[in-house]
């Protein structure tokens, strides 16, 4: 895909959605982290039900630490893997006090080393919450890169090399958000809605159902 194609798109997913942000509810860095953790192999539907009860009780590294494994499972049980989730919550949080006077770091190396936290979450979290130009590959967007031509890759990590090289500057800072988005609404993976794709014009792939 040249560069004139890569441009088009993102200019008209910006064009659809000028400001666009995650589907996971958070008021915080902390509750954010939080929500990406328990994201993992979970819907966000089913992460915002759960985080609806547990943050009005414990929103901080200190009050989740106070209510400690045991305490935590109750308000997260819905959740897929939430035995292992709870476990590495409660030892971010211990980190987060201990390392980082229970503030949620900024950078990728020390985001890396929370439990629970790998290279996609900690550039959601750097992009969500501090406005970094990182690009976070999930299953969504490995796909519709792939599919459109935007930034094709065998591994997810090939593909966030392609796509934060070839995202033109300007889009960067929501095209992981855009792309997300297409690939959970639009772009989907059994039946992609070609049909009602903005993007149809631009996109590269072969089998397209309209």
């Not at 890569?6 to 915080?28: F, M």
């Not at 889009?171 to 992609?192: Q, T």
């Not at 809605?193 to 089998?207: H, Q, R, T």
Request: hydrophobic share 40%; aromatic share 6%; with cysteine.
């Amino acid at each position: 895909m040249n560069k004139d194609k890569r441009t088009a798109i993102y200019a008209r997913l910006r064009e659809l959605d000028p400001n666009p942000d995650t589907e996971l509810r958070y008021d915080s860095p902390f509750e954010l982290l939080i929500a990406v953790i328990l994201s993992a192999q979970a819907t966000d539907v089913s992460v915002n039900k759960a985080t609806d009860k547990l943050y009005p009780v414990a929103n901080t590294p200190e009050k989740i630490l106070a209510l400690g494994v045991a305490g935590l499972k109750p308000y997260i049980k819905t959740i897929g893997l939430f035995n292992n989730k709870a476990e590495n919550i409660v030892k971010t949080c211990r980190m987060l006090i201990d390392e980082h006077h229970g503030e949620v770091p900024r950078n990728r190396t020390d985001l890396e080393r929370l439990p629970g936290v790998g290279r996609k979450t900690a550039n959601v979290i750097m992009n969500t919450a501090f406005g970094e130009p990182t690009i976070a590959v999930d299953t969504h967007i490995f796909r519709v890169a792939n599919r459109t031509g935007l930034a094709r890759g065998r591994t997810p990590l090939e593909v966030e090399k392609r796509l934060v090289r070839l995202t033109p500057d300007e889009f960067r800072k929501d095209a992981h958000h855009w792309l997300i988005l297409h690939g959970r609404y639009v772009c989907k993976a059994r039946k992609p809605l070609c049909g009602d794709c903005a993007i149809v014009e631009w996109c590269e792939y072969k089998n397209k159902a309209l």
